[in-house]
């Protein structure tokens, strides 16, 4: 894992909406983690409310392309509950505080997760998502895929027979 924290707090910059702080270190970002230049290079000369309408047309519109992990497995089942809890105290485990207005499992807070305490065990435990994720994503033809290529790239394939 060592070498990997830059990437993955990187990339969960990448994931989040791009406003224009996000703009505002695309630079930054470029040049810490050449594994995304693909996508920072895009959202580099992409205009501003072009990548904002994409960003909502490949997250918010539907669950297809969803990044809140434990909705692969669970989907809008009382499971899920149990599984942000679980996301929860695993933070709290590490001394950091599940705070602002996305759930534990966004993919991004995850990535934010490893990047600070060097623990990639929820996205090996849900690798197989990441996989499904990121095969939808690059079915759907969105430059976002090759910020989740860069990152499954850094973990373990997926037990033969996973399920998300």
Known sequence: ?????????????CLTYPDEEFR?????????APQLREFTDHAAVTAPEELEAHYVRVFDLK??????LSWWRDGDTRRRGLSLVRFKELYRAHGLECTG?????????VLEFAARTGNIDPLVEHRDA???????LADFGTPYACVLDAVCATL????AGARP
Do not use: C, I, K, W
């Open 63 to 68: 669950n297809r392309h969803s990044l809140y």
């Open 24 to 32: 505002a270190r695309l630079p930054l970002l470029r040049e810490a």
């Open 156 to 159: 373990p394939p997926a037990p």
């Open 1 to 13: 894992m060592p070498g990997f924290e830059v990437l993955y707090q990187a990339a969960a910059l």
């Open 130 to 136: 990441l996989d499904l994720l990121r095969g939808r």
């Open 101 to 109: 207005e996305e759930l534990p499992d966004f993919l991004p807070a």
